[in-house]
């Protein structure tokens, strides 16, 4: 018999997740050490970066997790255009030792995706469960339930109606598969059993 074990999802981790790009972008990988009482990173007691490694304490009085940065010179997208030879940062992973991006954050460790043994939401489903995934995320971003079988939301007020129009094309080519066939009572009615992110626009 197959042995069951719970997927964890990068979804479910987000919170508890430091990004390489955005200390970056902040300018905090400089010369000198900076210590940052961080607001973004609620679950860590103190941050101290600085150009060559990041220091991490989980608790007041625990130890320090120390995770060395590597630079390397390469193409960086930066809205429309390409900067080509740009110095970028990466973590690197201290259970691998292979460059990263972002790091999750166990109890008292930080590791690399694939270390963690994290998986996207969308390593984990079929086609049809990748449509019904869609599709429900344009429904909640129009303020309606995560269940195909409900009529679809109204246009919310603010957004402009060739907006909703597309939106509503779009949500309509996804569920049209799983209308039909065999199988069109169980898509109707079922509800994700992970997380949906919706994108929320930035005010
Ligand atoms: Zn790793």
Redesign the pocket.
């Given at each position: 018999m197959r042995k069951k074990c719970k997927i964890r999802f990068v979804e479910d981790f987000l919170s508890r997740s430091i990004d390489v790009r955005e200390l970056h972008y902040a300018r905090l990988l400089g010369e000198h050490p900076v210590s940052i009482p961080s607001p973004h990173h609620p679950w860590l007691s103190s941050l101290e970066t600085d150009r060559i490694s990041v220091r991490i304490r989980f608790t007041p009085d625990s130890e320090w997790v120390y995770v060395p940065l590597r630079w390397i010179r390469s193409a960086l997208r930066q809205g429309r255009q390409m900067n080509w030879d740009r110095w970028r940062p990466y973590f690197v992973?201290?259970?691998?030792?292979?460059r990263?991006e972002k790091l999750y954050a166990g109890k008292d460790f930080v590791?690399?995706r694939?270390?963690g043994g994290l998986r996207y939401v969308s390593q984990t489903l079929g086609s049809n469960a990748k449509r019904h995934r869609q599709a429900l995320k344009i429904r909640l971003r129009l303020g309606g339930k995560p269940v195909i079988a409900d009529p679809f939301p109204k246009c919310p007020e603010g957004m402009q109606k060739r907006v909703y129009a597309r939106m509503k094309a779009r949500a309509e080519q996804y569920e049209l598969p799983l209308r039909v066939g065999r199988y069109r009572k169980y898509w109707a009615w079922r509800r994700p059993g992970y997380p949906v992110l919706i994108k929320i626009p930035r005010i």
């Open positions: 992973c201290p259970f691998c030792r292979r990263a590791a690399c694939k270390c």
